[in-house]
């Protein structure tokens, strides 16, 4: 195996050498300087220090992407303690179990996440630190107290006259394999599992962004963070590689409406953009198709001549709408729809799909735009290997099954579910279904959990119905179930448009029963759809945007 360097000192190098470049910022408030941040992690490490955190204790984290966040997490590492980082969405049931599951010592929480929380439902913390200020919500050491107190006459005493870089002194991972995080999955199955990842885990994600995007993304360059740090793909690829890279990383720190992020996009010309496909999508739908689907451009793309020009117009007013200076667009974390990805490579748009999970922290497969195949999501990527349990990969799906050095440890006090997870041979089962061509590309056909089996046998993807669906007139998303033999739809439709055209509820009624119509002679007998049932409101969602489908039948 090669040689695996330090991820901890990547860190320290990366703070020293780009010390007085931008770093951190809250949109529409402070930042942060590399030197600012090192300054942090040290108040933090005393803090640790002088409240008597050892070596391996766990440090929760939740509360909304900011500056701060970052900063406690950076520290958590860079002390030697592991870090738990909990999705802020969850419900506060949710983060009692997590904090308590995982032997959390503190638990550093944002405001919102302050408001929510019962400390007496978390009685092991011996104290919850407020993210935005690292002041005390609760204290049950006096010897934490006595830290947060004397903060600031502690560090003044261990750097009487200045602090510098030859300060720097982090805690060096002893393995490559030492514990450095605790990710509890989003899970849409239920009840969340603590994936272990390993030190080695998140230096092979940098050093897979290095290879891919190194010469590309340049030190002082700008990124958005959108989705939440909390869960891997944020974690990986809009924080810890920007920030080992020079990189100057724009936390939207309130909830990030399409018009924030349009206006954040504008001001901060990312040159990458890391998206789930919900977000694209909208701004597609929203901001893109009725400029182009009326009878004057459709004429214009449909002569030969003029079609070229008027596609890499689009294009153009498309890489505008993100800010005009990306790269590529990577999207991941649930399935794109194919109506979108078809048009965005018509119009030679730069975006490209990956595929992971948290349990790879999280990357598998990826290609770069310029190689990647439409329908795809990419190949395997450096350190990892893929393969598919099936007796013809090219044709008949099987599980995906990867190994290498981004899987993790196994999953926190669970044996029974590691075991049934990573088999013997160091393979993660991922539970999804896929195909593998002769160039190595994955498609993926579904969740082997969300499969269904028609009344004559036959395997029923629901997501492949659902991608359908979801392209048809009103429709905003939908989840396909199965009820006895038959299959149902559950519709939620765009219930802004329908006021707008002044449409009732049988309107809407009678759109989704052509709909249906319309889908079911697209379909095989036994895929087809008995009924559709509108749902007034959104599905609930994972932090991740995939619905959580075990809470509809």
């Not at 395997?380 to 190994?403: A, C, N, Q, W």
């Not at 998303?477 to 055209?501: F, G, N, W, Y």
Request: with cysteine; net charge negative; glycine share 6%.
């Amino acid at each position: 195996m090669e040689k695996i360097p330090s991820f901890n000192e990547l860190i320290q190098k990366s703070i020293i050498a780009n010390w007085d470049l931008d770093a951190l910022t809250d949109y529409k408030g402070q930042t942060l300087q590399y030197h600012d941040v090192a300054r942090k992690i040290e108040k933090v490490h005393i803090l640790f220090e002088n409240s008597g955190i050892q070596k391996g204790d766990k440090i929760a984290l939740c509360g909304r992407n900011s500056s701060q966040w970052a900063v406690a997490f950076i520290a958590t590492l860079t002390y030697g303690a592991i870090a738990v980082p909990i999705l802020h969405e969850f419900m506060p049931e949710q983060i009692h179990n997590i904090v308590n599951h995982s032997d959390a010592k503190l638990l550093f929480a944002g405001d919102y996440v302050a408001g929510i929380i019962d400390p007496e439902a978390m009685p092991n913390l011996e104290g919850i630190i407020r993210s935005t200020d690292y002041s005390l919500i609760i204290s049950r050491s006096e010897k934490l107290t006595y830290a947060r107190e004397n903060l600031n006459a502690l560090y003044g005493q261990k750097f009487p006259k200045y602090f510098r870089q030859e300060h720097i002194n982090y805690y060096i991972e002893q393995s490559p394999d030492e514990l450095a995080l605790i990710n509890y999955t989003s899970g849409t199955t239920g009840f969340s599992k603590g994936v272990m990842l390993p030190y080695r885990a998140l230096w092979s994600n940098y050093d897979f962004a290095c290879n891919v995007l190194g010469s590309t993304i340049k030190r002082g360059d700008n990124i958005i963070s959108i989705l939440p740090m909390a869960h891997m793909y944020g974690m990986a690829f809009e924080f810890l590689f920007e920030f080992l890279h020079g990189c100057h990383v724009f936390y939207l720190n309130r909830t990030p409406s399409p018009a924030i992020i349009a206006q954040a996009f504008a001001e901060v010309k990312p040159r990458i953009i890391i998206a789930v496909p919900l977000v694209i999508e909208k701004i597609i739908r929203k901001k893109v198709f009725p400029k182009i689907q009326n009878n004057r451009m459709r004429l214009l793309l449909q002569m030969p001549i003029i079609s070229q020009k008027v596609r890499e117009m689009i294009c153009k007013e498309v890489v505008n709408a993100f800010g005009g200076n990306i790269y590529e667009i990577i999207i991941g974390g649930a399935a794109f729809n194919q109506e979108v990805e078809q048009f965005l490579k018509r119009i030679n748009f730069p975006y490209t799909v990956g595929y992971g999970a948290t349990e790879c922290a999280p990357i598998i497969s990826y290609s770069d735009w310029h190689t990647f195949a439409p329908g795809s999501c990419g190949r395997s990527v450096l350190h990892m290997d893929i393969k598919i349990d099936s007796p013809d990969p090219s044709t008949v799906p099987g599980e995906i099954l990867t190994r290498g050095l981004n899987v993790m440890l196994g999953y926190y006090k669970n044996e029974e579910a590691t075991a049934s997870t990573l088999d013997k041979e160091g393979w993660y089962h991922t539970g999804d279904l896929g195909t593998m061509d002769a160039e190595g590309n994955v498609y993926i056909n579904g969740r082997s959990k969300n499969m269904l089996l028609s009344a004559n046998g036959q395997n029923i993807y629901p997501e492949e119905i659902e991608d359908k669906l979801n392209s048809m007139t009103m429709v905003v998303e939908s989840i396909v179930v199965q009820r006895d033999t038959k299959l149902v739809a559950l519709v939620h439709p765009d219930l802004d448009e329908a006021k707008a055209m002044g449409f009732t509820k049988e309107d809407i009624e009678g759109i989704m029963e052509q709909n249906r119509n319309t889908l079911n002679q697209m379909l095989p007998a036994y895929e087809k759809i008995s009924e559709v049932e509108i749902y007034d409101e959104e599905f609930a969602k994972t932090p991740k945007k995939s619905i959580k489908r075990y809470l509809y039948h």
